[in-house]
């Protein structure tokens, strides 16, 4: 062993509950990472909406085993941008500039969340999920290059191989919907605290990982349904 053992906590900083399409309730979702995760971090993310992420830090409350970041994926008109560390709502719709400065005047991150993630073919008027190379264009504060929603190996490598280029501090997140998918894919940082982790993605020291699926857990993703329809967006007109 050589150097200084760092103390290395564990986020998942993308996750969704009944405020949105997520089937776990906020206390559920929180209950289960406390009895059955290592995370130490966690950031709900509900698509336009802060409400479950609010209830979900309530329920972490004071218990120092987990702390709850406020967050919300946001629709941009562009593709959804992940807001963390807010205070208010960011409201959908606005480019995805407007929102990414939206995110920044109240002093949060924006990341960019599965920025390659199209449904079907590429076709101007179909659905656009994530921002694509606006990742690179635009000042966020990471890129998501892990998202453990099950058949999103090439939208991650795709990913993964922008941010190569860029250099921009990595995420990885589960993106869940349902219990089992809760830390499958995880942001690991220097540190415990969501202070030690904002300060880490600001200085480009997390690292993005992955843990399997049990196969019950892909069963109910399957009855899940890959339900993001509602919440795709139009691309460029
Ligand atoms: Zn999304
Ligand atoms: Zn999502």
């Avoid at 406020?70 to 807010?86: K, N, Q, T």
């Avoid at 179909?126 to 998501?144: I, R, T, Y």
């Avoid at 993964?160 to 280029?165: A, D, E, I, K």
Wanted: neutral net charge; charged residues 25%; aromatic residues 8%.
């Amino acid at each position: 062993m050589h150097g200084t053992m760092k103390v290395l906590g564990r986020a998942d900083l993308h996750m969704h509950t009944t405020f949105s399409d997520g089937w776990p309730s906020p206390t559920q979702l929180v209950d289960h990472v406390i009895r059955h995760t290592d995370l130490d971090v966690i950031a709900v993310t509900d698509h336009d909406t802060i409400e479950g992420a609010l209830r979900a830090a309530d329920r972490a409350g004071s218990r120092r085993r987990l702390q709850v970041i406020v967050g919300e994926e946001v629709s941009s008109r562009d593709g959804h941008i992940l807001a963390l560390f807010l205070e208010r709502r960011i409201r959908p719709g606005m480019s995805a500039a407007a929102t990414v400065n939206a995110i920044h005047e109240q002093g949060g991150l924006a990341v960019a969340a599965h920025p390659f993630w199209r449904t079907g073919r590429q076709v101007r008027s179909g659905p656009v999920h994530g921002v694509g190379w606006l990742a690179a264009e635009l000042d966020f504060d990471a890129v998501e290059v892990e998202n453990a929603t099950p058949g999103f190996y090439v939208f991650n490598r795709l990913a993964r191989r922008l941010n190569l280029g860029l250099g921009a501090p990595e995420i990885g997140s589960s993106d869940a919907h349902i219990l089992d998918a809760v830390g499958r894919a995880y942001t690991e940082f220097p540190g415990r605290s969501t202070a030690d982790l904002m300060t880490a993605i600001k200085r480009g020291e997390t690292e993005a990982g992955r843990s399997r699926y049990r196969a019950v857990g892909l069963m109910r993703y399957a009855a899940w349904g890959f339900n993001h329809q509602r919440y795709a967006v139009a691309a460029a007109r």
